[in-house]
């Protein structure tokens, strides 16, 4: 009997990123982390759906295109009354010379100085009913209610469901409470955070290590990124909590860091799904090859201006990679 596939779905509220050099506009493109690793899934030939919102100016055209551009579905993406969010991400000129992992990303407008972010409290939060009963893994990155309620709808109406949060910025959880922050944290059961974020996480909560944050939640991978030193993974294994480091065997100059999380997370989360549908283990095999793949893609993104590279090129890339490691070490990454 065929195993029922899995689709990925990113739940939300679309944004645009703008990115500056100090005089004029470089690109346009989607944002927000959920929704860029859903473009990189559907990039790679993955079942995406983006369900959430999305305000109504010029801006919302061109963040649903950006999605669309990738083939991922916005059938379930609602209009709501208000100017779309815009992350304004900038690049002096000693940083367009020289790469610099940690390029600003600001919420204030360059031109008017006023907040441009401003999340929706009106997104639908029930699961649409074409998929209630499927296999789904969903996609979060923020700590909104909205999206609270739509993780525990999908739990009802999605048995066979897997929550993956990817968290990217301390700005995401400053208004929660600590008890709503762990309420919410043990309806995850995939979580990613780099350590620049790690450290606000642990102030908020009040915990010491990785290992305590795993030991007190109902996570079956946490991972801890580092940018270009690597990753560490926490898992259990004969209920042991297990980690594992791992660091690149390549690294290249950055010309923007903007999405290289998301990138990341994006092919953690393909292999994870293989690794589901074929009912096999995590052990330290499932995460040198997950790494690797992971890995690479990140590589190929923070060589680019911007979140999302274009399709024809991460492809191309991808392919390359993983022949190159077929050949070297025998091993076959992705479907």
């Known amino acids: 009997m065929e195993t029922e596939k899995y689709c990925f779905i990113a739940f939300g509220e679309l944004a645009l990123d703008v990115t500056y050099n100090q005089y004029n506009i470089i690109n346009e493109v989607g944002g927000v982390s959920a929704f860029n690793t859903l473009y990189n899934l559907s990039v790679f030939g993955e079942e995406t759906y983006a369900v959430g919102g999305v305000g109504t100016d010029m801006n919302a ?3 649903i295109n950006s ?18 969010n815009v992350f304004y991400i900038y690049k002096p ?11 600003p990303i600001g919420r204030e407008s360059p031109i008017t100085g ?13 699961l649409p009913e074409q998929f209630e009963g499927r296999n789904i893994i969903l996609i979060v990155s923020n700590f909104e209610k909205v999206t609270q309620e739509f993780i525990e709808n999908v739990r009802k109406k999605a048995k066979n469901s897997i929550v993956s949060l990817d968290i990217t910025n301390p700005h995401i959880f400053k208004n929660i409470t600590k008890e709503d922050m762990w309420k919410y944290l043990k309806n995850i059961d995939l979580l990613q955070c780099n350590e620049n974020t790690f450290k606000f996480v642990c102030e908020k909560l009040g ?14 991978i946490f991972t801890l990124t580092n940018g270009s030193k690597g990753a560490h993974f926490f898992y259990k294994e004969d209920d042991q909590i297990k980690e594992i480091t791992k660091v690149p065997e390549k690294v290249v100059p950055i010309v923007d860091s903007t999405g290289a999380g998301d990138a990341f997370h994006a092919m953690l989360l393909m292999a994870y799904k293989r690794n589901l549908i074929n009912n096999e283990e995590l ?8 790494f690797k793949v992971a890995n690479a893609l990140s590589r190929k993104v923070v060589q680019i201006d911007g979140a999302r590279g274009k399709q024809e090129d991460l ?10 490691t077929k050949e070297n070490k025998g091993i076959d990454l992705v479907d």
């Open 61 to 63: 055209i061109k963040a």
């Open 67 to 84: 999605l669309r551009s990738s083939f991922a579905n916005t059938d379930n993406i609602q209009f709501v009354s208000k100017p779309t």
């Open 93 to 103: 000129e000693e940083v367009l010379n020289g790469g610099n992992e940690e390029i």
């Open 114 to 126: 006023k907040s441009s972010i401003e999340w929706s409290d009106k997104l639908c939060t029930t």
């Open 207 to 220: 915990i010491s290590s990785a290992q305590e944050l795993y030991d007190k939640l109902n996570l079956q």
């Open 283 to 290: 052990d330290k095999q499932y995460f040198d090859n997950a």
């Open 315 to 324: 492809l191309s890339y991808m392919l390359r990679q993983i022949e190159e």
